[in-house]
């Protein structure tokens, strides 16, 4: 899943590297761009963040329309070579790709039987491979030829020497475009679009075609395709950044997030969803990946305390495979941040080709998903850049919460009462900052630290292991606590770390019994409770204890994750890792 930009206009490097940063959370593991130029292209690649790029590209008066493009691997290692954009040995097309071709190998071991060099271990190579191989001067019917030979998904951004014109195709992965006054934007994600222009248009799947700065042809395989632009009314919010990284911007920007998702909701916006009714659904199945699973885990929680109808979970890449039953009385609900995770629109398709109603939590509301779904829940976070999702968590955890409580409050023919969720929303604070960073330098170099839990308390030890395991690069897992006795007792030594998650009432002495099991073998013990009457002698085994808000409501789970991330925001940064851009990581998985 990479970023990829394309422009026409003035000072093209310039815009094309400014563009790129903009989706640098597709992949950072290398850039490249390419622009045209009298002697052919010329093409700039680095390894690493763009910023690497930006240091050896040299800007000219004279290019007139660019490409770029940012990797995250996944054919090839990331380095120069595999780095986009990619060249035709002819030098005739050059183009960079965010997709995957399935068929690469295929097309390859064809063209290399042609005579073909490949120097890239890439899938995409063998795209501008195929282009010079079906050119017989006509760009379009080159470009239909080559892409009916794939398989897989892509958005393609293509030069072709001697065109001012930026050649594109698209099946499975987002595409955009803007035309301004003989300017021209192409980009994966319309966040690019920001200040550059008020409309955009929406490349379906299967079209292919051509822009340049006053013009747009698009055409499928039936001829040439009739496009409106859409206007871009998504409010971005505040992308700028006074903190030292994104990820503790966002964790700070949570309570406005939730405020916004509060207003949202309170103003009645959710006619769709209140028109579903849960008693005709046999099932309710939640599905996300990553942090957005974890969401899930907590979601369903809601839905089991106020409904009388069967609630799973299942992780996106898995649901395909895990034979579900789904029909029209299915009721499917997907979480996603940025509604672009491909596990996740997959498991939407399937969904949908079984009937089932289909609701989508997203936060980027123009995505594939919240086009594609039957409701679309926005969770109005406002753009999440760093790539370990905090507030969006949060806000995802809330938006279910909401649709809970919609949607039982319809099923009574009444108007649903948030006054709870005001009154928690008032009272957030953002904890003892000294506490967290203290617990941060504990924690930073110990390589076995577990979560355990119980009922929503196990998805919020879930979620706080996944945010030190991405941040940190601490090897963390969770446990059910109950389960501490059926074998992960024998991982506890002195050099072992348990984090409690204690704040579920009903089962407080047990889990308090799970962790003096651990305590005895030799644990340390971080705790994180809601309750001032917990045991002095249990109280004095803890090195840690984070004392949080008794909600006395689901909203517990968005009380307890916050200290969480804040604690591994601190332990990133005291062992020098950027939060925001770990290392193998992407904010948004376009591929399988
Ligand atoms: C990637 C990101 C995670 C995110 C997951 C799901 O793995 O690194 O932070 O939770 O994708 O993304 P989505 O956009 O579907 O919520």
């Known amino acids: 899943m990479c970023g990829i930009v394309g422009y026409i206009g003035k000072n093209v490097e310039s815009v094309v590297i400014d563009k790129l940063k903009k989706l640098e959370y597709r992949g950072y593991d290398s850039a490249g761009i390419a622009v045209n130029s009298p002697t052919g292209f010329a093409v700039f690649k680095a390894k690493g963040e763009i910023k690497n790029l930006e240091k050896i590209v040299k800007k000219t008066d004279t290019a007139s329309v660019g490409i770029g493009h940012t990797r995250w691997a996944t054919h090839g290692k990331p380095d120069e070579i595999n780095a986009h ?51 017989k ?42 035309i301004k006054d003989g300017e021209a934007l192409l980009a994966s994600d319309v966040i690019c679009f920001k200040g550059f222009a008020e409309e955009y248009y929406v ?91 974890n969401a899930c885990l907590v979601g369903a929680k809601f839905f089991k305390e106020k409904f009388d109808v069967d609630c799973f979970t299942e992780v996106a890449s898995e649901f395909r495979y895990s034979r579900p039953k789904l029909n029209e009385r299915s009721l499917v ?27 989508a939590v997203v936060n980027v509301e123009y995505s594939t998903l919240a086009k594609a779904a039957d409701v679309c829940l926005p969770i109005k976070a406002g753009v999440e850049i760093a790539v370990a999702s905090t507030k969006a968590y949060s806000c995802q955890v809330l938006t279910l919460y909401m649709a809970a409580s919609i949607l039982e409050a319809s099923s009574r023919r009444e108007k649903p009462n948030f006054d709870q969720v005001k009154a928690f929303l008032d009272g957030l604070s953002f904890g003892d900052t000294e506490l967290f960073k203290r617990v941060s330098e504990t924690i930073r ?24 395991k991405e941040t940190c690069y601490l090897n963390s897992d969770t ?24 704040t579920e009432k009903e089962v407080l002495a047990k889990t308090i019994s799970n962790a003096e099991e651990a305590y005895s073998r030799g644990a340390r013990l971080i705790v994180f409770t809601c309750f001032d009457d917990i045991d002095k002698s249990f109280e004095n085994k803890c090195e840690f204890i984070i004392k949080v808000r008794d909600i006395g ?6 009380e307890n ?32």
């Not at 001829?223 to 990284?245: I, W």
């Not at 979480?335 to 949908?352: F, M």
Request: hydrophobic fraction near 40%; charged fraction near 20%.
């Open 203 to 293: 490349i379906e799947d299967g079209e292919y075609g051509s822009v340049d700065g006053n013009a747009l042809i698009v055409k499928n395989e039936f001829g040439l395709v009739g496009k409106a632009p859409v206007e871009l009314d998504y409010d971005f919010g505040d992308v700028e950044n006074v903190y030292d990284h994104y990820m503790i911007k966002e964790i700070y920007d949570t309570k406005n997030a939730l405020l916004n998702n509060y207003e949202y909701y309170s103003n009645g916006n959710y006619k769709k969803l209140a028109d579903l009714d849960v008693s005709c659904f046999d099932k309710v199945v939640f599905v996300g990946c990553g942090t957005a699973f």
């Open 561 to 592: 994750i916050i200290p969480w991330q804040l604690i591994a925001y601190y332990t990133s940064v005291s062992k020098g890792i950027n939060p925001d851009k770990p290392r193998n990581l992407a904010k948004s998985v376009t591929v399988e």
């Open 479 to 502: 446990y059910f606590a109950g389960e501490l006795k059926h074998g992960f007792l024998a991982l506890i030594d002195e050099m072992t770390y348990v984090v409690v998650f204690a």
């Open 445 to 468: 170099y110990q390589q076995k630290i577990f979560m355990i839990g119980r009922g929503a308390d196990y998805c919020t030890a879930n979620e706080a292991s996944l945010k030190i």
């Open 137 to 178: 001067g006509d760009r379009f019917d080159t470009i239909s030829k080559t892409i009916s030979a794939l398989k897989g998904s892509f958005a393609l951004a293509i030069l072709r020497a001697e065109d001012n014109k930026i050649y594109f195709a698209k099946n499975k992965s987002p595409l955009y475009i803007a």
């Open 85 to 135: 954009p990619h060249v035709s040995a002819d030098n005739r097309w050059t183009l960079v790709h965010n997709g995957i071709i399935e068929n690469y190998s295929e097309i390859k071991e064809k063209l290399v039987g042609q005579g073909m060099t490949f120097y890239s271990q890439t899938d995409s190579e063998t795209v501008v491979k195929l282009l010079q191989y079906y050119d």
């Open 333 to 359: 609900i997907l979480v996603s941040q940025s509604g672009e995770t491909a596990d996740t629109l997959a498991a939407h398709e399937l969904a949908k080709l079984n009937k089932a109603v289909t609701v």
């Open 553 to 558: 409501s689901g909203l517990q789970a968005i």
